[in-house]
């Protein structure tokens, strides 16, 4: 009698993926699945693209053509509530404040890019200068292995109304679940000038963001949050500040103390770099606005071009967490992170 065959490991892995590469069209909703301890992650669609842990939706990658930017909403904590303000994707949800129609859920953007704004949008009610869109292009990869999730992305930077091409821009995304709960979000953005010099000009809105569900606030209806930095500065000091990290931490709508933390690699441009640390919610960390979070700096100070043909890499981590910073841990996850080449 035959006995079957016994697939090398790695062979199921390699058929998922050789099935994402086959997809026709980006509208695609063909899933894919990686089994892994505790559940393992899953992915379906490539525009948007969600992303589940153990069956559960963790968060959406939004790329449709109506945003202005790409953004990752909902965002799920570790308590499995959304960690993040649910507006403007979302109405009439308690103790949320209405303002700022461009801050959705997690999201890269810059203030000024060749005289263009990629921060924000028509709906913001201003426009100092043309508005930028950063057009999604579709998947350039993904991995999915035990805890360990991963997405590539593709994106090309351009006037909103001209759509003159200003740059691209290529992204990759790693997800890790931990067993007490606690999520991990790498974020490896490396700007391409693929269409002559870009000049990021200094400006205090960007780069990588979130904005915060309304308990965790510092001011606010419902707000009953804490923001430290990795130098132990609190509340609103910490903004414009240098630092390795800052974390926002309080309850969520069960009272369950809960926190995001946004660290800055070593290897990032002017690293420790600055924090847009607001108490409304909003926190980013930024290494191109130097002259406005610092005064007694020169106007432009913060200014950086990458010249055509060349490319500049920024890498971020993102711990939603349960507990406060310290109960986290996050200045000894940041020292473990920092370690690690990029």
Not at 33 to 45: D, I, R, V
Not at 87 to 114: C, I, T, Y
Not at 198 to 224: C, F, Q, Y
Request: include cysteine; charged fraction near 25%.
């Amino acid at each position: 009698m035959k006995t079957a065959t016994r697939l090398p490991a790695c062979i199921p892995l390699l058929i998922a993926t050789l099935a994402f590469l086959s997809l026709s069209s980006e509208s695609s909703a063909q899933k894919i699945t990686a089994q892994g301890k505790g559940g393992g992650w899953s992915m379906s669609g490539t525009n948007p693209i969600q992303l589940h842990w153990g069956g559960e939706h963790v968060t959406t990658y939004q790329t449709g053509d109506q945003y202005a930017k790409p953004f990752f909403y909902p965002l799920m904590g570790p308590t499995g509530e959304n960690i993040t303000r649910h507006w403007p994707q979302k109405e009439g949800v308690e103790g949320e404040a209405e303002d700022h129609p461009h801050h959705r859920g997690m999201w890269f953007g810059l203030g000024s890019v060749n005289g263009y704004d990629f921060w924000h949008e028509p709906a913001s009610g201003k426009k100092p200068k043309p508005f930028g869109k950063i057009v999604h292009l579709g998947m350039g990869g993904m991995s999915f292995s035990g805890n360990v999730g991963m997405i590539k992305v593709r994106s090309e930077w351009q006037g909103m109304d001209d759509k003159k091409k200003i740059m691209n821009d290529e992204r990759e995304f790693r997800f890790e679940k931990l067993e007490n709960g606690t999520m991990i979000v790498d974020a490896k953005i490396t700007l391409k000038a693929t269409a002559g010099d870009v000049t990021i000009h200094d400006d205090k809105e960007g780069a990588w963001s979130i904005r915060v569900m309304p308990t965790l606030r510092i001011e606010g209806e419902v707000a009953n949050g804490s923001i430290v930095n990795s130098s132990g500065i609190e509340g609103k000091a910490a903004w414009g500040k240098r630092a390795n990290w800052v974390d926002y931490y309080g309850p969520d709508t069960a009272g369950r103390t809960i926190g995001v933390a946004i660290l800055d690699h070593p290897s990032n441009l002017r690293h420790p770099t600055w924090y847009h640390a607001r108490h409304y919610g909003l926190f980013t960390a930024n290494p191109f606005g130097q002259g406005n979070f610092e005064k007694e700096t020169k106007k432009g100070a913060g200014d950086y071009t990458i010249k055509n043909g060349d490319s500049l890499s920024l890498n971020y981590r993102t711990i939603f967490h349960l507990g406060d910073a310290k109960a986290a841990k996050i200045d000894e996850a940041y020292k473990a992170w920092a370690a690690e080449k990029k």
